[in-house]
Structure formats: C-alpha cells, structure tokens
C-alpha cells in the first residue's frame, strides 16, 4: 500500500479539545480548533439541558473539500472560536460514523435551506429539534450572505429574546423531518407491484438522460453507479435497445472522462461540468466498488474491452492506494493537497511535454486532452487541467498509451499526496467484497476472489461484538459503533456473491446469520421493512429509506438479498419476506420508481425469477392481506401450436374470465387516467428471438365476461432447430365496477415451445 498522508496530520497543535479521543479522521482533524467541541454524546446533550443553551451541530467527513474550507476560514479563527464557546454548545459529528444523524439534520437542511450539502450547519434546542440550518458559512459577510459570526449572533440573540418563537420553528421543523424521513404505510389488501414499474422507471430515466454526454441530468453529474446493472438487465430481458443504449453510452462516456482517473486508475466523485470532464478530485470507495459491478455487467453484455479495462483498473487503484496490510479497505481519499483541491491530480502541458518523447507526445495529443479548471470562488486551484479521453484507446496505440500513463504515474507518485481516510466501513466493505466477487467471476481472476475472502474474513473476525453483531467502523486496531442497517444489507449482499463466485457454503451460512440479526434488529413488523437504525432517545425521529441517493438504500439492497437467498436455498421464508417488502413499499415504488431504481431492479429480478419457476400458464390474482374482494379476472394462456417451425408463426390464446359486476378497459382507452388491457409475448432473456406480429383484441370500449386475446409471434431464423424457447406473456388489466377501479394488475405468465427443423 502506498503511504498517503494521515488525516489526522497536524502542524500546529496550539489548541487540543474533546475530538482528541476520537478514533474518527474527521474529528481528529478538529481536535487542535480552538472550538470547544464536543463529539456527540451524553455529555454535550446534558450540558445543553442544563444550561438550556442552544446547540451548534456540524456535520462533515474527512474528504469534504468545503468542510476544510469552513475549518480553515472560521473553525480556526481565535475570535470566532470564542464566540461559539460562550453562546453555543458545539458538537461535531463524522456522517460516515453516524449517518443516522446525518440523515436526520441534512433532511432539516434541505426543508428549511431549500437545499443541501457539507459541512451541515444546523442550530438546535436543547432537545435536538432543529430552528435554523445551512451548509458552509464564511468568516465574512458577502454578497448578500452572512457570515459565521453575523449569524451565530442573530441566532443567539433570537434564543435569549424570542424563545417561544424558536422553539415554535423547531417544532414545525420536527414535524417536518419525521413526515419527511418515514415511508407512507401500504394500505390494507395493497398488491405487490408488478413489471410496469420497471418501464415506467425506464421511461423517467429517458427524460433525463443526456444523449449527448451521456449519464442523467446536468451539471454536477454524479455516476449513479448502480443505475446501469438495472438498465443493461431490462435491455436483455426485455428488448429494451433505449435502457441498454443509455446504460452502455454513459459508461462509456465515464470510461472517457475526466471523472476517470486514467493515471492512477479508479474514478473521482463526480463531474463538476456536463461532459464528464473535470471531476470534484475526491475518491470513494463505495463508487469504486460500484463502478466495478457496473463496468462488469457491461463487459458482460458486450464484450468490449473498454469495460473490462476500467474495472481492472479501478481494483488495482483499491488494491493499491486503498487497502491494509489485513485485507480491509479504507474509506476515502481526499481532494485536496496542501490547501489545493486537485494538485495531485491535475497536468500542465508543460510538466507532460517534458515526460514524454516527442512520438510520446504525438500519441497522447491523438487520445487525450487536458481540461482547464473552472475558476469557482472560494477554491485554491492549481495550475494545470484535468486529463480526459478524446477517443477511445485503440488496440493499435494501446500499449503505447499504457507507457505514457505509466510514465506520468511514475511523476504523479513522487507529488506531495492527499489524505487517505484509513478508517473501514464495514458495510462499504461489504460492497467490495461484491465488486471482488462479480469480477473474479466473471474474468476468471482468483487474485479478485482472493481478496474478496480477506475482505470478508476481515469483518467476520475483527467487526463484531461479542454477540456475533456487526460493527459499523475499525481503526487502528479498535472496532465501534454498532452497525446500521444498510451495513448489515451491503455485508450479507457481499457474502452472498462470493457464496455464488466460490461456491463455499460458509459465505452462505453467514449471510443467513446476519439476515436473522437485521430482521431483529431493524424490521418493521407493524407496516414491513427495515428501519435505518434502532430506536434510541438522541434520535427526534426514525428514519425508513427507500429512496436512493449516491449508495442505493439498504432496504433496496436488502431485496436483492432476499431475492439471492431465495434462489440459493428456495425457502418459503424468503419469498414471505420478499412479499412483504413489496407489498410495503409499493405506493413508492408505484409513484416515483425512478427515486428508486435498486428497488425497481431487485423487483425486475424477482419477477424474472418467479416467471421462470412456474410450471403452468394460469394465473389468479391473489387477494390483499384483510381485501374484500376475491379475484375479478382470471387469466388462462395457451399456445395453440406448442411447435412452432423455424421461422414460423405460433399464436397464444390469452382466455379472460372476469366476474360478473365487473370489467376491464380495453386496449384502447378515451381517457389517460384508465390503464389499458395489454398482452405481450417475449422471450424471457432475448428479445430479438421472437417477435410479436399482431395482437387481436376484442371490439368495445370494455371488456366484461369472457374475453379472447390473441397473440400471433413469430420466432427469429436465427433460432438452431431443436431449440426450447422459454417465453413470457406479458398482462395488464385494470378491474372496475359501477363505484370503483381497483389498482391495476401486472402480471407475467410462462410459456415456452420447441423449434423444429
């Protein structure tokens, strides 16, 4: 492992607080403040009570560029330090060491900020309700904005003297938060949501996608690692040429890019511009380990050697920069050296005309080109730009490239080197034991599984208490804090994969393990689903996620758990589970899937699954938990020729009966609020194997009684005779009396047939 800088470094140690104890690099970094910090715990909270003071809470993490802004501009001021020791009580907080609490108070600032970011600044009563809250302030007023000191002033004066109206705002505030973080409960009798969710999902996806640069949405541009498995899936799945196009183009776009870090491999945070150019210079290690499994799949679906290369290249940079001497990989590494964010990074032309050889220098100018930084105000920039891919590397100059980058790394290595955030984070391991695991599958590398058993070993051995329970951190030896739910979610999703890559039934055994625990500790019994952590009195409300954010939620990684235990062991008690989970989440789901894309897939995935275990073409919709109604439609499927020549036509009988009192729309409806009757064949993996011809449905503007659809396919030449061809057909319907519609029913029936000669 290379030896970058310790974050907690420090020149001058003219002031030493609380944070001192720490084992967090972020609040070791604020140890020697002259703030009077706290960590948060009883102490700080009691003295708040006592003194009935308001509290100061900041949030950060160690590789925040504008969090060591603030600590260098106010948190390091004499003056502004004693200004918050006498009206404040000041508690930091590390949001990777409780993002419990970050998830709370960025949900404050982004109610009352109308936006949000780090450091979080948010100002509390003494029972922890937020009355005012805001990300970075300077030492100065300007342009309009306060201050540090401007406000904290204004805040303290309005305690002293208007405390009834404070504490209303914190109220209202409070209210706000627990509506905000708890997920809307699944009405009684609420059906599993069905496939038209993932095309709904793809289809809010495509009107943000950027045809042009690829990726989704605008300036900054983030990679959404784990949008591109759901997408390069329902492309093979389903046909879906635009989900596997948009997949495939913003990967490659990011292969290319300046996000990319093509010297020292792996890739930044995000992109501060639209075209993937100049990257924030910080590096994560939960989108390596994503960015990996994404590149993999890709490199799966296509074979192009540009995915397969940039996943390699991300886990050397892990394995090299990232990595202890016991197999446990660390969280960060910073933007910033010496003050400057990107000096490490970044190259100007004259530094690489004097590296390279003028042939050298003629093939770099053909594939790269270096970036300016833009000039934001408040950032130390270095000299230089950020290097992007003007093209792809071509085989014919590949090797050549690789000596140019090797000869920059080589210069690179020898610069003064950002700080690495050396603390692990069980449940980002975990991500990497699966981004491990994907990968030695799938090239075959037993170095990849190798590590992915350390990685693994490392927090079966070293991150658990005494009652087998997860740990969330280990530094230096010490291991704390007891693990949240979506480290339990990423730990078992890492076992699991490398129980599938190795086949080794202890991986298996412990995923079932920490399953048992997660259900204890976390599941809602009342309304289904995980909380994000236990109940405890320093929380002013309990957090369910669903949504995703950089990492996707662990209630939506705790499907895709479920889904793999199930397909590993086919236990009834997981398939119970997974019911459960989408029967809770499917008002979300329902109405903002794109919010939730892991969700989405892990959904896809069992719906595939599921399609593909059922022995016959008969479906009856099931009644809800405590639903009045008993099934309106029942649908039986036949294919009238269960042979079907090469190149010829089969048809599929699609027999409704619905109940009497009852109807369903027809296919083509007046209005846009009705759903539609629709039948669909495809072939379970490859769409281009069969192709639909015509659907025959009947005439009316509803359908009641018994109704026929007829489906006319027929297969691709391309198919080998001999073949049996898996196919599902694809149904939705909504059922309606005279009062009522009831939600609208997805459903996918298996079939298949022979080809013959």
Not at 533 to 562: C, Q, Y
Not at 565 to 576: I, P, V
Request: hydrophobic letters at 45%; a negative charge; one cysteine or more.
């Amino acid at each position: 492992m290379k030896c970058f800088g310790r974050p907690d470094a420090v020149a001058k140690l003219t002031h030493t607080n609380r944070l001192a104890a720490s084992t967090s690099p972020y609040l070791l970094q604020h140890a020697h403040n002259p703030v009077d910090w706290y960590p948060w715990a009883e102490e700080a909270l009691a003295r708040a009570t006592r003194e009935s003071k308001p509290i100061f809470l900041s949030v950060g993490y160690s590789t925040c560029y504008w969090c060591h802004v603030m600590e260098r501009e106010v948190f390091e001021n004499a003056e502004i330090a004693a200004m918050m020791n006498e009206l404040f009580v000041n508690i930091k907080v590390d949001r990777e060491q409780r993002p419990d609490l970050d998830e709370i108070y960025m949900t404050a600032t982004q109610l009352m900020a109308a936006h949000g970011g780090w450091p979080n600044s948010v100002f509390l009563t003494p029972d922890l309700k937020p009355f005012f809250a805001g990300t970075y302030f300077g030492a100065s007023d300007h342009a309009g904005r306060p201050g540090f000191p401007t406000l904290i002033r204004a805040l303290a004066d309005a305690w002293r003297d208007r405390q009834p109206e404070v504490l209303a705002t914190a109220e209202r505030a409070t209210a706000a938060i627990r509506e905000a973080v708890r997920v809307e409960a699944a009405p009684v009798g609420a059906v599993a949501p069905g496939p038209v969710v993932a095309e709904r999902a793809v289809e809010q996806l495509a009107a943000r996608y950027d045809a042009r640069e690829g990726g989704f949405g605008g300036a900054p541009k983030f990679p959404q690692d784990f949008y591109y498995g759901f997408l390069i899936d329902r492309g093979e799945r389903h046909a879906d040429s635009r989900a596997l196009e948009m997949a495939l183009a913003s990967l490659r776009a990011m292969a290319a890019g300046g996000i990319h870090d093509h010297v020292g491999g792996g890739f930044h945070r995000y992109a501060t511009d639209a075209q993937w150019c100049v990257p924030h210079f910080e590096k994560m290690l939960y989108n390596q380990a994503q960015l990996v499994q994404a590149f993999v799949r890709a490199h799966e679906s296509t074979g192009e050697g540009v995915f397969a290369a940039s996943a390699r290249d991300t886990l050397a940079f892990v394995n090299e920069v990232m990595t202890g001497p016991e197999g446990q990989v660390y969280s960060a590494l910073d933007a910033e050296t010496d003050a400057v964010e990107g000096a490490y990074f970044v190259w100007n032309r004259a530094e690489v005309e004097g590296l390279l050889s003028r042939e050298q220098l003629e093939v770099f100018d053909g594939v790269f080109a270096l970036e300016p930084l833009p000039n934001l105000p408040g950032h130390k920039h270095p000299e230089g730009g950020a290097l992007f891919m003007r093209r792809p590397r071509v085989a014919v100059v590949g090797e050549r490239v690789d000596g140019i980058l090797r000869t920059l790394k080589r210069h690179r290595d020898a610069r003064a080197r950002p700080r690495l955030d050396d603390k692990v984070i069980s449940g980002w391991n975990g991500m990497m034991i699966r981004a491990y695991a994907v990968a030695g599958a799938a090239f075959d590398e037993t170095d990849s599984l190798a590590r992915a058993r350390r990685v693994a070993r490392f927090i079966l051995d070293r991150m658990r208490d005494e009652r087998g329970h997860l740990l969330r951190l280990w530094r230096g030896g010490v291991a704390e804090q007891p693990a949240f739910h979506e480290d339990y979610a990423f730990v078992i999703g890492g076992l699991l994969a490398l129980h599938a890559a190795t086949d080794e039934p202890h991986w298996l055994e412990s995923a079932i393990e920490f399953t048992r625990i997660q259900d204890e500790a976390f599941w809602d019994a009342e309304f289904g689903g995980y909380f994000f952590a236990p109940e405890s009195a320093d929380l002013i409300a309990r957090v369910k996620t669903s949504r995703d954010g950089a990492m996707p939620s662990g209630n939506s990684v705790a499907l895709h758990n479920l889904v793999e235990l199930w397909e590993a062991t086919h236990d009834e008690r997981w398939k119970q589970r997974i019911d459960e989970m989408l029967r809770a989440f499917t008002g979300v789901l329902t109405e903002s899937p794109a919010a939730h894309i892991h969700m989405v897939h892990g959904l896809a995935r069992w719906l595939a699954l599921q399609g593909s275990a059922k022995a016959q073409g008969t479906l009856e919709r099931a009644p809800g938990r405590g639903s009045p109604e008993t099934a309106c439609v029942t649908a039986t499927v036949a294919v009238e020729r269960q042979r079907s020549s090469r190149c010829g036509e089969f048809r599929v009988i699609v027999d409704l009966a619905i109940t009497e009192g009852w109807h369903i729309n027809a296919n083509a409806v007046s209005d846009p609020a009705l759903i539609p009757t629709l039948v669909d064949v495809r072939h379970a993996s490859d769409g281009a194997r069969v192709s639909v011809v015509a659907v025959t449905y009947p005439e009316g503007r509803v359908f009641s009684g018994r109704v026929r659809i007829v489906v006319s396919a027929r297969v691709s030449e391309s198919v080998a005779p001999g073949t049996s061809l898996p196919l599902t057909v694809f149904l939705q319907y909504q059922a309606c009396d005279e009062a009522r519609c009831l939600p609208p029913i997805e459903q996918s029936i298996p079939i298949s047939i022979e080809v013959e000669g």
